[in-house]
């Protein structure tokens, strides 16, 4: 008889969930639950995408023409080639057997440099206007030391090659000097010191250089008399 209850027991529990599941069930339908979970299921589901197919990059190549300043279009395109450039010399001298002693240098006082130039001056007058010519005061710097002549700047755009050239420095007594004219910086270089020693040129001379001939100056010189001793 136990067994008999328990298996009436069994029943009832039995009974009583199946019972609860259609009453669920019934609550889902009449909530439209069951359509609302597959139409989610189905949405989240992401379908599966087909490859994409990539098309392979083609570089095209096209001829343009190079933009050029309308001041130079027109001309025609430059030739580039190497070019050995030769520098202008003159045979270097020894003046060693004519050793000057600059330890009894010589400087002008104002009142010789003056007379030295006035003295130029009329000469200057003197020789003309048949050749260019231009009168030039010796300094320190000119003489001794550096031995570098800067001539004058309106003069040698005027007058003067545009290159570098040999400048020949003709005295009175008709002896010539070759000497290098340097057109970028407007000046005697190499030979200058030459002509300086060979003529014992001090501070306060003054010198006219008349231009005779393209690359040829004659040189007049004019003695500074009262000089300075220091």
Known sequence: MGKMVMAKSKLSYEESRRQRLEENKKRMEALNLPQLAQAIKTTSSPKPSPMKRT?????????????????????????????????????????????????????????????????????????????????????????????????????CKEHLPKGDEVMTLIDEDGDEYPTIYLARKTGLSGGWKGFAVAHDLVDGDALVFQLIRRTSFKVYILRMEDGKKL
Do not use: C
């Open 55 to 155: 098309k392979p990059r083609t570089v095209e190549k096209q001829m343009v023409v190079v933009r050029r300043s309308s001041r130079v279009a027109n001309l025609p395109t430059p030739v580039y080639k190497e070019v050995v450039v030769d520098r202008v010399m003159i045979p270097r001298k020894s003046y060693s057997s004519r050793h000057r002693d600059f330890s009894n240098r010589v400087y002008a006082s104002d009142e010789a440099r003056a007379e030295a130039m006035e003295r130029a001056a009329n000469l200057e007058s003197g020789l003309g206007s048949d050749h260019p010519i231009f009168v030039k005061t010796m300094l320190p710097s000119h003489v001794s030391g550096g031995f570098w002549l800067g001539l004058q700047v309106q003069f």
